[in-house]
């Protein structure tokens, strides 16, 4: 019995074990980062915006202040509360994590969305379409393409956080954690665009193409049913690879202050303070640092091995060191 | 190569204006925003401060001229900041040189060890010593050169005080002060793209020596060495060039922005970053025309460079 593509593709990913410990690794990330407010409630007792200025914390029988008399919060103490220790205005750093954590993989993954939505289409219309539709959004996008993601990230979202924006029925404040996501978004579209441009140019001159266009179906119905299927491996392999891309760029724009904005924790805004106090408490930079290497480690292994079981030979092209 | 290289320039030309009128509508006149707000002194300026910006700047001026006249000045270099920072344009051709010392230093350490390390693995391919270098590769590039920064300065500079916490000497003042003020920001910024490079490469080479002609070459009875560096490496590299280019012009608006804020480098990512959080609307805007110069100017130097190397790529229609 002959097995398809698929099938084979899950096959080759069960018995790549580097991938599936990845894929492990991540999926408990994941797990751990929904149980964000499980664990301020009922382990860590405190929410990631609260202080104690003035707490005290019992470790092996002994009563010890969050903060000491000089400011310095607490490391790790390994157990409920302060698990990972606490920030300079006594706040829980492990339920910070978690939360900040959460919010960088939502930005990430919700950037990645966005993406899909804007270039699948794109590239459907521009790769099948050719002549003057191709010409209008290849122009548009390669200059998109034409210059860093980081800066235009930072310079798009300095824009929108001068004034808000309004989309539709979807208003965005300055503050809005939706600014990065946003601009993310946007700035990849042309990653995902070019790569099933070329893919659909290659497929519209085949025979299965010209009988569905001979049979008088719609464009729309033709690409949607007769290319896109076509173009799964390339749009999971790339989808994949700028998930890893978007959760780095949100750290980066954090960084430089034009992505999520403070008190409100993301893997950047600790990275950002921790790093101001690294002085007096390196665990404050340390942690959410070993979070983000964590992440983007588990992320990168399962997406490569995604691509490993999807395209053995290769054929999808994505630079590595593009987009951050 | 001299109409391939008139046609390269003049479309970098026009990507740098339209850059220039996207800078402008972005941040002049958006929806909803009104520039003399910000040109005002944002929250801290008055009615009278914003009636001053207004007449100063022309805001009542049709758009158009408000547009070559903002150029003008960017171009002239008469930007002036609210909060006052000097001829802007100075400053930007001051801090260049240690942007491009920083990029070019990571470049080619990142270059150098992905070919170093692919050739390792190409000669031990799938041995311990193959399996070891991609996996560490691979490690490597999931370490984002933003934490890289940070740990690097924190430990390193900071906490053991091994190198300079900040600042920056000039090549010409003193080698050794360059290199060792620019040590650190190398590695973290040329470390994830070394392991990008290694996998690319090793890829590349083991596509490469299985090819008829590395074959025929071996048969002459060349040396592995010579067979390696004149047949293998030379084919394989072709494919990368194009990438590390792109990188290299890329990263003047991508890991310098950070690097150079952690690390303390007067260099235009620096500046850019410290512009941009003070919210200061020209400024903002010149830095970003003359940074998407640089990058446009930068992208343009290396697509002559690769078809230089590369002769087909000189057919009509540049890429970029």
């Known amino acids: 019995m002959s097995r398809g593509p698929w099938s084979l593709a899950l096959r080759r990913l069960r018995r790549d074990r580097a991938a599936l410990a990845f894929g492990a690794l991540f999926a408990l990330i994941v797990v751990l980062v929904l149980a964000a407010p499980l664990y301020a409630n009922q382990v860590a007792h405190t929410t990631p915006s609260e202080n104690h200025l003035t707490d005290q914390v019992v470790i092996d029988g002994e009563r010890t202040d969050v903060l000491s008399l000089e400011g310095v919060p607490i490391g790790p103490t390994w157990q409920g509360s302060y698990l990972l220790g606490a920030d300079e205005n006594g706040r829980d750093l492990a339920v910070r994590l978690l939360y900040g954590a959460r919010t960088t993989l939502i930005i990430g993954g919700g950037a990645v969305l966005l993406t899909l939505l804007l270039a699948v289409p794109l590239g459907l219309a521009a790769g099948y379409r050719g002549g003057r539709t191709d010409a209008v959004i290849s122009r548009l996008l390669d200059l998109i393409w034409s210059f860093p993601a980081l800066l235009l990230g930072v310079l798009l979202s300095t824009a929108i956080s001068f004034s808000g924006a309004q989309i539709g029925p979807v208003t965005i404040g300055s503050g809005s954690k939706l600014i990065p996501l946003l601009v993310i978004g946007l700035v990849y579209v042309p990653y995902m665009t070019r790569p099933l441009r070329g893919q659909v140019m290659a497929l519209r001159g085949q025979p299965f193409v010209e009988a569905a266009r001979a049979a008088g179906m719609r464009p729309a119905k033709l690409m949607a049913s007769e290319l896109l299927p076509h173009l799964a491996t390339t749009i999971i392999v790339v989808s994949a690879l700028l998930f890893v891309n978007a959760v780095v760029l949100e750290a980066a724009l954090t960084f430089l202050g034009a992505g999520v904005n403070p008190p409100e924790p993301s893997l950047g805004v600790l990275i950002a303070a921790g790093l101001s106090e690294v002085v007096r408490s390196p665990h404050l930079l340390l942690v959410p640092s070993i979070a983000l290497i964590l992440i983007v480690l588990s992320l990168n292994g399962f997406a490569e091995g995604v691509r490993r079981a999807l395209d053995p030979r290769g054929t999808v092209s994505f630079d590595l060191g593009r987009g951050r | ?320």
Not at chain 2, 21 to 29: D, G, H, Q, R, S
Not at chain 2, 77 to 94: A, H, K, N, P, W
Not at chain 2, 162 to 171: K, S
């Open chain 2, 1 to 320: 190569m001299i109409s391939f290289a008139a046609r390269r320039l003049a479309a970098a030309l026009v990507t740098a204006w339209v850059a220039s009128i996207v800078a402008f509508v972005l941040f002049w006149t958006v929806p909803n925003v009104d520039p003399a707000y910000w040109l005002g002194g944002g929250q801290k300026g008055t009615n009278e401060t914003r009636a001053l910006a207004t007449e100063k700047y022309g805001l009542d001026d049709p758009l158009p001229v408000q547009y070559v006249r903002l150029m003008e000045s960017i171009l002239n270099g008469e930007i002036e900041c609210f909060y006052s920072c000097g001829s802007l344009r100075d400053t930007f051709v001051q801090a260049l040189p240690v942007t491009i010392s920083l990029v070019l230093g990571a470049g080619l350490i990142a270059v150098g060890v992905g070919i170093g390390l692919a050739l390792i693995c190409v000669r031990h391919r799938g041995r311990w010593q193959d399996r070891l270098i991609s996996t560490v590769a691979t490690a490597v590039y999931s370490v984002p050169s933003l934490v890289l920064a940070a740990l690097l300065w924190a430990f390193a500079s900071y906490r053991w005080g091994l190198f300079p916490q900040e600042g920056y000497v000039r090549l010409r003042d003193s080698p050794w002060g360059w290199a060792k003020h620019l040590f650190l920001p190398w590695i973290a910024s040329a470390l994830p793209f070394a392991g990008a490079y290694t996998q690319v490469v090793r890829a590349s080479l083991l596509d490469t020596v299985d090819q008829d002609w590395v074959r025929t070459a071996r048969a002459k009875g060349l040396s592995e060495k010579r067979v390696i560096r004149r047949h293998v490496l030379r084919n394989a590299l072709i494919p990368s060039v194009n990438v590390w280019g792109l990188d290299f012009s890329h990263a003047f608006g991508g890991f310098v922005l950070y690097v150079e804020v952690i690390f303390g480098l007067p260099g235009v990512g620096g500046l850019t970053a410290n512009t941009l959080a003070s919210f200061d609307l020209p400024p903002t805007v010149a830095l970003a025309i003359y940074l998407a110069i640089v990058v446009v100017f930068f992208s343009a130097l290396v697509d002559l460079v690769v078809a230089w190397l590369d002769p087909r790529l000189r057919q009509p229609g540049p890429s970029t």
